[in-house]
């Protein structure tokens, strides 16, 4: 009953919150591919900014469990939107070994889990390398599935070192900072399981690379 009433509140949420990224930033996005109704997924995305989480779940048919650093619940409003999503909050950078066990035991259960591979915000809006700790998940969680996804115009909207985002509402035509979402095709976790470890990240980082150039096509950039 807690459960579904959960449920309930996120999608009311997510769909509140939609309404207002739309509006202060020309929100759009395209979606190859439903993700699975049951089962584990792990939804692997570029890191732009703090804005993240919220463009990846609204682009997702499904409800999503995110993982993130305690230092960011500093931020009232970030707390605030952590809570009320149910993010798991770690004590330490990137994705260590508190994290990969708690993403691990939210996969076992039967959950969608955003993560951001990279382990940080990019510091000039490029992807950055991988980290070798998504490739344990994928050959530890059985049935899994593997999503790439990528937003474009979050680093442009509010960058790491920025205070407070730049708007972009749609009325505006063609600002920089309009941002848009692309959740790419589904990839079994079979797939990727049997190549070795840097062979499959490199396999990963160019799924999430072609997500984020459709996501600049989608924007209009």
Known sequence: MLERLMEFIYFVSRWTIGMLVILCFGYRYKRW????????????????????????????????????????????????????????????????????????????????????????????????????????????????????????????AWPRFRRLPRLAPPFLLRQRERIAVCIGKNIADAQLAAIPKREMLGVLHAEIAKCLEQAEELRGR
């Open 33 to 156: 591919q439903r993700l699975r109704d049951q089962g584990p997924v792990l939804v692997l995305a570029n890191h732009q900014s703090y804005l993240d989480i919220l463009l990846i779940s609204l682009a997702c048919n499904r409800r999503l469990y995110f993982v993130a650093r305690v230092g960011l619940a500093r931020n009232r409003l970030l707390a605030w939107i952590m809570q009320l999503f149910q993010t798991v909050l770690i004590d330490n950078e990137g994705i260590g070994k508190a994290g990969l066990l708690a993403v691990e035991k939210m996969l076992t259960e039967g959950r969608a889990v955003l993560i951001f591979p990279e382990g940080e915000r990019t510091w000039d809006g490029k992807m950055q390398e991988l980290k070798p700790g998504v490739t344990l998940l994928i050959r530890r969680v059985p049935r899994l599935t593997v999503v790439p996804a990528a937003m474009a115009g979050a680093f442009d």
